[in-house]
């Protein structure tokens, strides 16, 4: 199906477990993003992608590695999860920088739980 | 679905009536600015962007103000439905670079 589609939705792991979460997008889409969303708080940018091996961090990119060997997909690693980690996870897609190019388009998330 | 945010501002409506829901925005070189809505268990969906060089935006039974001297940003939904029930972000944009900063987001809950 053509969007942006996240795996797991649901996932459930241990502490100083690695842990990726997958983000695949159809629409051939140059950027790419990461974000987390905590209670109270806005989302956050974990890191993002122009482009294919190109990728940049965000906000808060500590303790989390991310990969773009190819345009669709855009993969995020925790590689040793921590309980500060347990969040929900978004991943995100948008054709290009300037004005209306900018709309990000949503997966629908990943939750994560970190014992 | 997942939990968007339990602490939220939160603004309860009747069906039927209009909201209006606001956003401060920090940056003053941000020059693009998109309200999104976020339903529980889904990611942040697109409803309607301004450009800075203007003050109003109409859409279908949405209006975006922005009011660039106190760097204020405002939603207002026409007659308020059930479906309108969800978190709303304002973000905001620096075109010369492409990241968008969200807001913390509005709950917005609409009565029968």
């Known amino acids: 199906d053509a969007g942006i589609t996240q795996s797991p939705r649901y996932k459930i792991t241990e502490t100083g477990r690695q842990v990726t979460l997958m983000c695949h997008q159809t629409?051939?889409?140059?950027?790419m993003f990461w974000y987390r969303q905590d209670l109270g708080h806005g989302l956050r940018l974990i890191y993002y992608?122009?482009?294919?091996?190109?990728?940049d961090k965000g906000e808060v990119p500590d303790g989390y590695v991310v990969s773009r060997s190819k345009t669709e997909n855009f993969p995020l690693t925790l590689e040793s999860a921590t309980r500060s980690q347990t969040s929900v996870y978004f991943c995100?897609?948008?054709?290009?920088?300037?004005?209306?190019?900018?709309?990000?388009?949503f997966g629908p998330g990943t939750r994560l739980t970190v014992l | 679905g997942e939990s968007v945010g339990l602490h939220l501002p939160t603004l309860s409506v009747q069906e039927g009536d209009n909201s209006i829901i606001n956003c401060a925005y920090s940056?003053?070189?941000?020059?693009?600015f998109i309200w999104y809505k976020q339903e529980s268990g889904k990611g942040p969906q697109f409803i309607i962007d301004?450009?800075?060089?203007?003050d109003k935006r109409q859409g279908q039974r949405v209006t975006v103000l922005l009011n660039k001297t106190v760097k204020h940003l405002s939603l207002q939904i026409a007659a308020t439905q059930p479906g309108d029930s969800a978190v709303y972000f304002c973000?905001?944009?620096?075109?010369?670079?492409?990241?968008?900063?969200f807001g913390a987001g509005t709950r917005l809950f609409v009565k029968a």
């Open positions: 995100a897609s948008s054709e290009g920088s300037g004005g209306s190019y900018n709309e990000q388009f």
């Open positions: 629409w051939s889409h140059s950027y």
């Open positions: 992608s122009a482009a294919a091996d190109i990728t």
């Open positions: 940056n003053s070189a941000s020059d693009y």
């Open positions: 301004i450009r800075s060089n203007m």
């Open positions: 973000a905001e944009i620096n075109t010369g670079g492409f990241k968008t900063i």
